[in-house]
């Protein structure tokens, strides 16, 4: 079966990629994913580390456990994986190529190189690196274990030269270098073993370590690095830039630009980073130009903003009183520059044509009824495009200007029919005029089509910005934004070779206390902390509700008012440009955002298929998720079995959406969003896509309903998962907020069990119920019993008395899938479990019932227990309460049939003994039911048990039905 992750970089390889590590991807990925995506390479928890090397009676089990978990997380597959595409990506550099039995030892080597962390994984000891046999042995079991054959035929007949490269990748205290320690190998010349192939493998694993793109000049790691690359003769230095700031789409375009005018230095990116990227570059490479990239970068993202206004999409809102424009519309765009292009813009925006404004605003005005009756005829969606670009215009550019009012009038022909006087009137802000001029002038030309409407516009609009020119009326064309961008750059953006533009804290205390004040021109971002200029909150611009983020006004005081900085109006401008979301309107959808980090690092490779999914991402359908589940005996591994993108996979296929051309993600963002009012409607896909992207693709996620990233990289975070304020489902689930990857397997399976119960139980397909999900969980949480009590419920809604036996399979395996998950020191839930099974085996010893029976049938002993314990006195002896109950159940067997009476029907033996083992079976079951049901479980709390009383007679009916089938299944076995 192929695994997500493979798909992905299947998919975006390029077509020239080497066939060996095609195959690899292809054939034994998938394996590597299956034993390694849980394994902790780096990070991981304290107590999962002080357990393990416990076991193993580490003498340093504290500081190593302690150590360990002070890193952030990376499993065991992403560490290999980006560590030999890394070590593949620079041997192309090599003075003499790599062998093809040299590319399979690369690949092999790499893979098993950490062989002591899955073994410390698994719970057990590895070889000291003295003792050769045993590392060949284990390496041997491991490479079986991940089918190395499918890979390479003749990867044991090279067994010695790949657990020399796994023992010895780089030159530390536990290597085995020696020949004379190894047995000979098969390789004919033995010096390649040192070099190329040690020095490429340590380049990898070296790289992965990496936090920040910075660390090749802050850290011994870039050292190693340079120090291999001498090692090897790659004549290349390294070099690498990176943002001191992660703000989403914008942070990704600056780094993405910065990628592009890189490639015109010929540097090679080789390492990405959330915040950055390590690049190999010619020895000496020039530095770049700090305004030369600055520019360019602003070119880039300017461009992309530019397409997409003018496609009127995004910098423009209509409202009641028309089309307004985003602040950064008219900074992008001289005058002369966006005067013609408004007419396309109109075309989009102004799209009410079954319900026209014209009409509206012709019955304000004082015309007579010849007048009216011929405006009539062009009072429609034609004459509101034409006043709207009028108004907008005039607004924009022209204020009140007489010669524009005129020069108009005389293009639409209406001169002698409408003053300029007449087209400034108006009510409420909207000039009325305009729509009186343009329906005129629709009027008179009747029989032109909306398109033909649109390119007259566009003929006036071009003619209009070159009057205009001429006759210098124009306003003066400036751009704040560029300029704030230009500081922001300036003050975030580094690259190897520049020297520090880091402002003072004292400059950044001083820009914040200004903002503050009520001094302050524009009001504080709230987004930010007002380090930047900002600009009122424009409901063309954020995708929230402006003023969503405001305090509460104190009584006398004025009002808060909260702005937006230019850098973050920039980014809700390219989440609108690349999202396709209605400003001012996405917050109504409770979106919660998924800020995507790579595990310390990318490799090309990776940060291409994390882009691919990004883009492709379908609607998850947590039905099929469920199936999946279930299907695949409740193993997390049917994750992959999910249909993750919108489209089938295909051999070399790239797709270009959130993430133009060749751009890629370095904080991949998505966001999920919700047609219910809820809060746990909003946060039951983005829960789920939160802890399945870790564990399928070795990423780190945090969602949140915030706007901004929390974090600038994974560095700054340890986790693998973070959810900042989820629904309340998740805490009452037992889950943390924040996730490593030991939590992986527990935290999932505790989550698809509470969704698939759920859907099982409580949802009426189509609709899932989601805003009931808080119930069952509670109701779960509460008692195990409750799974079996919500299965009964549903069967009732259903009109159904019996249960099928796929339905009974489920929910017992329900239940054993609950308590198993449950870490907790006293486990009730399994005790729980224990007594209900162990009550139904033992009247199943004198009683049993046909399954097609009723619940009351079925249930009868029990029943009858239960009765018997909640009415008589409490002052009765335990023993005689046994007695008594035991005689009352006695006498109900004598009523009922006596094939529902096992011992009865075995006619080998006297009646009476017969009777008397029936009397002994009945007296245990009436035993455990008094001093472990009652007495142990509740406490002798007769409240208790009538509270539970349900719960428990719906769970023995389960049990009684999987004993039943179990029984079944064993004999026609």
């Not at 595990?599 to 998720?625: C, E, R």
């Not at 746990?680 to 070795?698: E, K, N, R």
């Not at 335990?878 to 009865?904: F, H, N, T, W």
Request: one cysteine or more; aromatic letters at 10%; glycine letters at 4%.
């Amino acid at each position: 079966m192929s695994t997500l992750l493979q798909t992905l970089l299947i998919e975006t390889l390029p077509q020239d990629t080497d066939p060996i590590l095609h195959s690899y991807i292809e054939k034994l990925l998938p394996y590597i994913e299956k034993e390694f995506a849980t394994i902790s390479a780096l990070g991981g928890t304290y107590e999962a580390h002080y357990q393990r090397l416990s076991q193993l009676e580490d003498r340093f089990t504290q500081d190593k456990a302690q150590n360990w978990s002070n890193r952030a997380d990376q499993n065991l597959l992403v560490h290999v994986l980006n560590g030999l595409l890394t070590a593949w990506n620079i041997s192309k550099y090599l003075p003499q190529p790599l062998s093809e039995t040299e590319k399979y030892l690369l690949c092999l080597g790499l893979t098993l190189h950490d062989y002591n962390k899955y073994r410390n994984g698994q719970g057990e000891e590895t070889p000291k690196n003295s003792e050769v046999t045993e590392i060949l042995n284990l390496c041997r079991d491991l490479g079986e274990k991940l089918n190395f054959q499918l890979f390479w035929s003749e990867w044991q007949e090279y067994l010695i030269e790949i657990a020399y490269l796994a023992q010895n990748t780089q030159n530390k205290a536990s290597t085995n270098i020696y020949p004379a320690n190894w047995p000979v190998p098969k390789i004919k010349d033995r010096r390649r073993l040192e070099n190329p192939l040690r020095r490429l493998l340590a380049f990898g694993d070296i790289a992965v370590h990496f936090t920040d793109p910075g660390d090749i000049d802050t850290q011994t790691r870039g050292d190693r690095l340079r120090e291999q690359l001498r090692r090897l003769n790659i004549n290349k230095s390294l070099v690498y830039h990176r943002l001191r700031d992660t703000i989403g789409i914008v942070s990704n375009g600056i780094h993405n630009a910065t990628i592009l005018f890189a490639k015109q230095l010929d540097w090679e990116p080789i390492l990405f980073f959330a915040q950055g990227v390590i690049y190999l570059a010619p020895p000496n490479s020039e530095t770049p130009d700090i305004q030369q990239l600055q520019e360019f970068i602003w070119q880039q993202i300017s461009g992309v903003l530019a397409d997409k206004m003018m496609g009127g999409d995004i910098g423009f809102k209509r409202e009641g009183k028309g089309l307004k424009v985003a602040p950064q519309t008219l900074e992008l765009f001289a005058p002369e520059e966006l005067i013609p292009k408004l007419p396309r813009v109109i075309e989009v925006k102004v799209a009410n044509i079954k319900d026209p404004a014209t009409p509206k605003r012709l019955e304000k005005l004082d015309l007579s009824a010849t007048e009216r009756e011929f405006l009539n005829q062009g009072a429609d969606i034609r004459a509101d495009r034409i006043a709207e670009f009028i108004f907008l215009a005039e607004k924009e550019f022209f204020g009140n200007s007489p010669a524009y009012m005129n020069w108009i009038l005389n293009k639409l022909g209406v001169q002698d029919k409408i003053t300029p006087e007449q087209t400034q009137i108006q009510s409420g802000g909207v000039k009325y005029g305009w729509y009186h001029a343009a329906a005129y002038y629709v009027a008179t030309h009747a029989t032109l089509k909306p398109e033909e409407i649109l390119e007259q516009m566009e003929i006036w609009a071009e003619d209009l910005a070159n009057w205009a020119s001429e006759n210098n009326l124009l306003p003066l064309h400036s751009s704040p934004t560029r300029e704030i961008f230009f500081q922001y750059l300036t003050q975030y953006l580094e690259v190897k070779g520049w020297s520090s533009n880091y402002p003072s804290f004292s400059a950044e205390f001083i820009a914040y206390a200004d903002a503050k004040t009520k001094a302050a021109k524009q009001p504080i971002c709230s987004l930010s902390s007002g380090e930047f200029a900002s600009e009122d909150q424009m409901d063309s611009v954020v995708l929230f509700k402006p003023q969503q983020y405001s305090n509460k006004n104190a009584l006398g005081g004025r009002q808060i008012k909260r702005g937006i900085s230019k850098i973050y109006a920039l980014e809700m401008l390219m989440r609108q440009a690349f999202w396709a979301v209605p400003a001012g309107k996405l917050e109504e959808q409770q979106p919660v955002f998924l800020y995507i980090f790579p595990a310390y690092v990318y490799s090309p490779q990776t940060a291409a298929a994390i882009k691919l999914l990004v883009n492709n991402m379908k609607q998850i359908n947590l039905w099929d998720v469920r199936k999946q589940w279930l299907e695949q005996k409740m193993n997390i591994n049917a994750l992959q079995s999910v249909a993750w993108l919108t489209e089938e996979a295909t051999s070399g296929r790239f797709h270009n959406d959130k993430y133009n051309k060749e751009d890629l993600p370095f904080m991949a963002m998505n966001y999920t969003t919700t047609r219910g009012k809820t809060l746990t409607d909003a946060w039951v896909q983005p829960a789920f896509l939160a802890l399945s992207l870790p564990i399928l693709l070795g990423v780190k996620v945090i969602a949140t309903s915030s706007s901004v990233p929390l974090y600038n990289s994974d560095r700054d975070f340890r986790e693998s998962v973070i959810l900042d304020a989820p629904a309340s489902f998740w805490n009452l689930l037992g889950l943390s907020n924040s996730l490593r990857i030991q939590d992986f397997q527990n935290a999932m399976q505790r989550l698809l069990f509470a969704y698939s119960l759920h859907l099982d139980t409580r949802s009426s397909p189509p609709d899932a119920k989601w805003r009931d999900l808080i119930k069952t969980v509670r109701e779960v949480t509460t008692n195990v019993l409750n799974i079996f009590a919500l299965a009964t419920e549903g069967l009732r809604r259903d009109k159904r008395d019996i249960p099928s036996q796929e339905e009974v399979k489920r929910y017992w395996q329900y239940a054993q899938a609950w308590v198993k998950q449950d870490n907790s020191a006293t486990n009730q839930g399994a005790y729980i479990m224990k007594i209900t099974e162990k009550i139904v085996q033992q009247y199943r010893v004198f009683y049993q019932a046909n399954l097609g029976e009723s619940s009351h049938t079925i249930l009868l002993p029990l029943s009858k227990a239960l009765e018997m314990i909640l009415s008589v006195p409490q002052q009765v002896d335990v023993d005689d309460l046994i007695l008594q109950a035991s005689g009352q159940i006695q006498d109900a067997l004598e009523r009922q049939e006596v094939y529902k009476r096992p011992l009865m029907m075995d006619k080998s033996v006297d009646k009476a003994t017969r009777l008397e083992r029936e009397l002994t079976a009945i007296h245990t079951f009436m035993t455990t039911c008094v001093r472990e049901l009652f007495l142990e479980l509740y406490k002798g709390d007769r409240a208790l048990l009538q509270e539970n009383r349900n719960r428990i007679k719906s769970g023995a009916e389960f049990a009684y039905r999987w004993l039943a089938l179990q029984e079944k299944s064993a004999k026609a076995s």
